[in-house]
């Protein structure tokens, strides 16, 4: 298995650090070592962003969207490498690194490097107010500057440069700061975009651990931040000392809802894939299903049946494993904390179960329960693994109650032959997505933001808004045509304020008057 070697950004981002080794999840083997940036460090990558930042924003919307096709096409040339470092420093297969990450990352070069231009173009405003006559009104976006973007060790390429991407093209420079369980794929990335002809210090990887985040927060302009709920909060709070507007793209526990009417064998075969892929680390997914009686047998012996076929172990290449490892011991055991806390609760586990450490790997046996209930943290709690609880319900109404019943909102799926019911139903879930026969699909509607309701996020990444958040809104004003001095000036009188008084009286002060 291959070493990834550290670019050469890694090892001049930084003095005076530590480093941190890197693990492939799948073999126990170490792949490579970090540097653990300290603040002083985080602070020099931060001046070095900015100091190059009006340059690279006067490149323009053109100059920048040249250096991410260019990206895009090594990129695709460069796909093996790619796939194979998310692969070994993630532990997920190859399929997974493909669709999830390389796909997403391809997709969204080409999108944001065509779409920037029109989301931030400069809005021309005609004002309202009777006082603003004849002036012109332009709406303007502007980059913060710095943008700070912390991401998880979940999806190292689509969470992480995935993020960069708009900010970026909005003619921000980036400091990245990827999770320590899985920087390397970042550092390939920053290869990429200076082969690719971005210039020197637009995009940097502060390596390190929370405090090399945590610095970040404290020096960059903007920070969109993708991780847990818990750290989330944290970064917010920080970020309120030094007033830097942040996004939060957080947790879920994304509930599934099948219809009695459903196709139940195309709703098995979502839950099944879409509660496995990644190993079930991917925070829009399946987390708990919600089945009609009349379905609930049929549901969950096909998906058990499913379930025991899928091939576990260390993703070696195309097609050799379905399910991967899990990225870090502490996961695994939580993992295996929901489980057994659902088992003493009545829960059955049909398939799997127990953790599978083979190879010198972390593995959790695919596994799917049943007769679960909201007693258990496996219906409450985010599990990132690949189970699936599945819980009967009596009907639609209750699947949707128990769907809301919990503190996040983030993803979500209602599986039923009847479109409209599937529509009626998907606006009464309270979650920033709702796919009906389908699951997670969503996230490749770039056109559309997408965000965490309740406890999972703050903000929204694609669509107008997954661009225009790194930007500030800028008002400028142009008066035309002015007297010398306007009448509203000093000095006050009083024959002039009751003229305007009279005035307002007459503007305002009948119904249907100038709203
Ligand atoms: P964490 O919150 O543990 O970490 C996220 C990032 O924050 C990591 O880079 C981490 O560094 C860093 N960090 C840790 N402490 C701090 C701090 N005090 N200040 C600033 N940064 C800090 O999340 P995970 O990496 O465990 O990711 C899994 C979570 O992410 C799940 O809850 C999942 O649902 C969520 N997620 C949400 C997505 C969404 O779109 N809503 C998408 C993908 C994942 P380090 O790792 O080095 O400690």
């Not at 990644?278 to 049929?298: H, K, L």
Request: aromatic share 8%; glycine share 10%.
């Amino acid at each position: 298995m291959s070493t990834v070697e550290q670019g050469t950004q890694a090892r001049t981002n930084g003095a005076g650090t530590s480093t941190i080794p890197v693990d492939n999840p799948a073999t126990g083997a170490t792949i490579g070592h970090i540097p653990n940036l300290d603040r002083e460090g985080v602070g020099e990558l931060v001046a070095r962003a900015r100091a190059i930042q009006p340059s690279w924003e006067a490149l323009g919307y053109d100059g920048r969207g040249a250096v991410m096709v260019e990206m895009r096409a090594w990129m695709s040339r460069n796909r093996e490498r790619i796939i194979e470092t998310v692969s070994e420093e993630n532990g997920k297969t190859w399929e997974d690194a493909l669709l999830g990450e390389l796909l997403y990352n391809l997709d969204a070069l080409g999108f944001w490097a065509k779409k920037a231009a029109k989301y931030l173009a400069d809005e021309k405003v005609r004002p309202h107010s009777p006082f603003l006559l004849g002036n012109k009104l332009v709406q303007r976006y502007r980059p913060f500057g710095v943008v700070g973007v912390i991401g998880p060790w979940n999806y190292p390429l689509t969470n992480n440069f995935g993020d960069a991407i708009p900010a970026l093209m909005a003619g921000n420079t980036v400091v990245l700061k990827p999770s320590s369980l899985a920087p390397l794929t970042s550092l390939l990335i920053a290869e990429g975009l200076r082969e690719s002809g971005l210039p020197e210090d637009v995009f940097l990887v502060a390596t390190g651990s929370g405090d090399t985040g945590s610095a970040l927060v404290d020096f960059a302009d903007f920070v969109h931040f993708t991780g847990s709920t818990e750290v989330g909060k944290k970064v917010m709070a920080q970020a309120a000392e030094t007033l830097t507007t942040v996004t939060l793209e957080l947790g879920g526990k994304d509930p599934m809802i099948v219809c009695a009417d459903a196709d139940v064998e195309r709703a098995a075969n979502c839950a099944l894939f879409y509660s496995m892929q990644n190993g079930g680390q991917t925070c829009i997914s399946v987390e708990r299903a919600y089945v009609e009686e009349p379905v609930y047998e049929d549901f969950v012996s096909r998906v058990a049946a499913k379930a025991r076929e899928l091939r576990q172990g260390v993703p070696r290449g195309p097609g050799s494993v379905d399910v991967g490892a899990v990225t870090y011991p502490e996961q695994a055991e939580l993992i295996e904390r929901h489980v057994r806390d659902a088992v003493e609760k009545g829960a059955k586990v049909l398939v799997g179960g127990a953790r599978n450490d083979a190879d010198g790997g972390i593995f959790f046996q695919p596994t799917i329960l049943r007769d679960v209930d909201h007693s258990m943290e496996i219906m409450t709690e985010e599990t990132f693994g690949p189970t699936l609880p599945i819980m009967r319900v009596r009907d639609a109404d209750e699947a949707i109650r128990l769907a809301n019943d919990s503190r996040y909102g983030l993803d979500s799926s209602v599986f039923t032959r009847d479109l409209e019911k599937g529509e009626r139903l998907a606006r009464r879930v309270q979650a920033g997505a709702t796919c009906v026969n389908d699951c997670l699909v969503n996230y490749l509607a770039l056109e559309v933001p997408f965000g965490g309701m309740k406890e999972s996020g703050i903000g929204a990444r694609h669509g107008p808004k997954g661009i225009q958040k790194y930007c500030q809104t800028q008002q400028i004003m142009v008066t035309r045509f002015a007297p010398k001095k306007e009448i509203h000036f000093f000095p006050y009188r009083k024959r002039v304020t009751n003229g305007l008084g009279r005035a307002l009286g007459l503007l305002y002060g009948r119904r249907g008057g100038r709203g």
